[in-house]
């Protein structure tokens, strides 16, 4: 599998390390909703298909990387530094 | 049912073996059953197999998306042991070892298991210390469990590099005696016959496409061979899960599918006779009485329903495999495959009715479901059966997640690809 690293290009799968689901979102440090917090840690879509992830490029420039990978064959569909989405959480 | 004794083999023997009877019907779906167990697996055979023979309950389909025994029960790589740290494992897991232990007779079905051991080597005093643990915790269950010595490990397996200078040097291990490995085939096909015999339909091609619902309540599946309803369905579909929930409309689980590779080398003279885990990686391997070895290690650690693995976990095996037996280095492997593990967020797992009204759940096996086949099918029938668990399947809840009661056994958190 080669995933197309943003910065460095075209790499070995192996070069990177699977950090699991892209689309969990954390809930508010200050947030005592027990049920958001055990759905973010414990719950997964798990999607055969089309599956979003984030995946670092720890053998690499150490980037975070959102991606979209199909979970049947394989194929990366889009790779982009996970800062640059949209549901990244902006410092104030 | 005794149908398989040294009297009708001699006799088919000597008449053209034209006397043997279908080891199971190939069943057409009707339109209604008691039970529909979806998943014709380990698992899903397991549990018809039980349901019948231990309550009655005999008006049982079991829906097979492919052919019998393609799935997870067909790739694995035949370990069975009970070497687990917390008490609701050892209790689980020791009930499939005494299930195991009469499983040819019960099934008049050779199943060859074969309790050859399973040895675990240390490679550090801390990972001793923590093997010492685990085996005392063992004993206190009532479970075999010993520690050996270099020189007691030397002599079980010669082939192994016990010298110090060694990349990770051995310096002790675990045993359990009682482990050891059975025939995968022959589990799934006894547990099929058995089944068939006492009057469960085994519908194979049969895949499902969606559910029947009464309100919240599920009442039965549509599948490629029509509708199909049931007043109890239940899912033991593996790696699967996720897709097949989705289904009834269960978005999210405490599930992650990851593929798991498996290899076999070509036949070698007898090298190994325990089942044997490496300390420093993951690594296991054993020797099947064809002469190959049967061996694996890590999940590729991503998600996948791929059922085939990548090359770079190839490699990690191999030359994991070198490092305890530096004399197979020229040994050729014969073939590898991919198997879809459902990866639980504690390691152990979930045996429980619902989570909808008429649906019952057995999944989350992480890479060790077959040992677990016949006290899966055993607790799951029970379950099913009764409406509630079995106090050996009572911890393996679905929600135990949300209540924050897991059963982690190594400790290992929230993280499916390092269980």
Redesign the interface.
Same mark, same amino acid.
């Given at each position: 599998m080669i995933i197309k690293c943003p910065w460095c290009g075209p790499r070995d799968s192996s070069e990177f390390v699977y950090q699991g689901e892209g689309g969990r979102t954390r809930p508010d440090q200050s947030s005592t909703d027990q049920s958001a917090w055990n759905a973010y840690v414990y719950d997964r879509v798990n999607t055969a298909g089309d599956h979003d992830e984030i995946w670092q490029h720890s053998g690499g420039c150490r980037s975070h990387l959102k991606i979209i990978r199909n979970t049947v064959t394989h194929k990366v569909l889009s790779v982009v530094f996970a800062c640059d989405t949209q549901d990244q959480e902006k410092p104030a | 049912m005794r149908e398989y004794s040294a009297y009708t083999l001699l006799k088919n023997a000597l008449t053209g073996n034209r006397d043997w009877k279908q080891a199971w019907r190939k069943a057409e779906p009707r339109p209604h059953y008691d039970v529909i167990v979806i998943g014709g697996g380990g698992h899903g055979l397991s549990t018809a197999y039980y349901l019948a023979k231990e309550h009655g309950i005999t008006n049982v389909a079991v829906l097979e998306k492919g052919y019998l025994g393609s799935g997870n029960v067909g790739r694995n790589t035949t370990a069975v042991r009970s070497n687990y740290l917390l008490p609701e494992n050892h209790r689980f897991y020791e009930h499939s070892m005494d299930l195991w232990e009469n499983l040819s007779h019960d099934l008049n079905y050779n199943v060859m298991f074969s309790q050859r051991g399973c040895l675990n080597l240390a490679h550090t005093p801390g990972q001793l210390d923590e093997y010492i643990r685990r085996g005392n915790a063992l004993r206190h269950s009532g479970i075999d469990s010993e520690l050996m010595t270099v020189k007691q490990i030397k002599r079980l397996v010669p082939a192994l590099d016990v010298s110090g200078s060694a990349r990770f040097p051995i310096i002790g291990g675990v045993m359990q005696w009682s482990a050891g490995t059975a025939r995968h085939d022959a589990v799934a096909w006894g547990y099929a016959r058995g089944a068939d015999r006492r009057g469960v339909d085994i519908v194979e091609n049969c895949e499902v496409t969606g559910f029947l619902r009464d309100g919240d309540r599920v009442t039965g599946v549509t599948t490629t061979r029509g509708e199909i309803r049931a007043g109890k369905i239940a899912v033991a579909v593996a790696g699967?899960?996720?897709?097949v929930m989705k289904l009834a409309g269960i978005?999210?689980? $405490?599930?992650? @599918?990851q593929v798991l590779q498996a290899f076999v080398s070509e036949s070698l003279k007898p090298i190994l006779n325990t089942v044997l885990t490496f300390g420093m990686g993951h690594f296991y391997a054993s020797q099947s009485d064809k002469g190959g070895l049967v061996y694996g290690g890590a999940l590729d650690?991503?998600? @996948?329903?791929?059922q085939r693995g990548?090359l $770079?976990l190839v490699e990690e095996v191999h030359s994991e495999m070198l490092a305890l037996f530096p004399s197979l280095a020229s040994v050729r492997m014969l073939r590898s495959w991919g198997g879809l593990c459902d990866m639980s967020?504690d390691g152990s797992p979930i045996i429980t009715t619902g989570p909808l009204p008429g649906m019952y759940l057995n999944c989350g096996w992480n890479y060790g479901g077959f040992k677990a086949t016949p006290a899966s099918g055993w607790c799951f029938a029970w379950t099913i059966a009764r409406d509630e668990p079995h106090a050996l399947n009572a911890p393996f809840t679905l929600d135990r997640?949300?209540r924050g009661i897991l059963i982690d056994d190594k400790g290992m958190g929230?993280?499916p690809?390092l269980h």
């Open positions: - | 699967s899960t996720g897709s978005e999210t689980l $405490p599930i992650e @599918s650690g991503y998600n @996948s329903y791929a990548s $770079p967020m997640f949300h929230a993280t690809n």
